[in-house]
């Protein structure tokens, strides 16, 4: 008789362990659908979704624009302190050449050059 009882416990039990893997299966199915929902409703961006990223593309392409404008802005700068930078050396040379000649020339050939330089830079300027 005690080992009948056993017997039927034993029973009960793997049926519950049953019923439970069952409960088990059946949440698992629940899960796998709505994750495939999910990500049916993902593959499928909402019209919100859709008009902010249109934005960010459309900002992001002005905003590459306006890094290549300021680049060549960048170049033409750079191209322009060269230029006055030569310039500037051209005038420093000269103005050595005249403080050279005033030394050992006299006033006379310090005007002549002078007047050269001035006529030099006015076509420069």
Do not use: C
């Amino acid at each position: 008789m005690k080992h009948v009882l056993r017997i039927h416990r034993f029973l009960r039990w793997l049926m519950n362990g049953v019923s439970f893997s069952q409960k088990q299966a059946m949440l698992v199915r629940q899960l796998e659908e709505e994750l495939r929902i999910r990500s049916m409703q993902n593959h499928h961006p909402s019209h919100e979704v859709r008009q902010q990223v249109e934005t960010m593309y459309a900002e992001n392409d002005h905003l590459s624009r306006e890094v290549a404008i300021l680049r060549e802005t960048v170049k033409e700068l750079e191209l322009r302190i060269e230029t006055q930078k030569q310039t500037l050396q051209s005038r420093d040379e000269s103005i050595k050449k005249l403080l050279e000649m005033l030394q050992n020339k006299g006033m006379a050939a310090v005007v002549k050059v002078f007047l050269r330089v001035r006529i030099w830079a006015r076509k420069v300027v």
